[in-house]
Nanobody, 116 residues
Framework: QVQLVESGGGLVQPGGSLRLSCTAS????????MDWYRQAPGKERELVAR???????YYADFVKGRFTISRDNAKNTVYLQMNSLKPEDTAVYYC??????????WGQGTQVTVSS
């Protein structure tokens, strides 16, 4: 069984930065993709960024140029560096991992609030 533990959320002023981390624990798995999703109150969960096992990256248009996804394969950890944060970035951010055999795990979510 694979578990994901997230950290790094919090309250930040507009224009500020935060770095989220998500570490996968368990054994006997090979990670394919690692994603960050977010869900704001009253809205559907949406994909923010994805990083593939080979290092290719995908970003939603609303974060391009501001957020950067990266991963440390040795630590089974994915990061989301968020810069130039806006109030509309306020949401619960979730980590999602898919293994090479298709198994999907979600983290518990971490709150990010952008407000002055």
């Amino acid at each position: 069984q694979v578990q994901l533990v997230e950290s790094g959320g919090g309250l930040v002023q507009p224009g500020g930065s935060l770095r989220l981390s998500c570490t996968a624990s368990g054994s006997g798995f090979s990670i394919n993709t690692m994603d960050w999703y977010r869900q704001a109150p009253g809205k559907e969960r949406e994909l923010v960024a994805r990083i593939f096992s080979g290092g290719d990256k995908y970003y939603a248009d609303f974060v391009k140029g501001r957020f950067t996804i990266s991963r440390d394969n040795a630590k089974n950890t994915v990061y989301l560096q968020m810069n130039s944060l806006k109030p509309e970035d306020t949401a619960v951010y979730y980590c999602r991992m898919q293994t090479s055999n298709g198994f999907v795990s979600w983290g518990q979510g971490t709150q990010v609030t952008v407000s002055s």
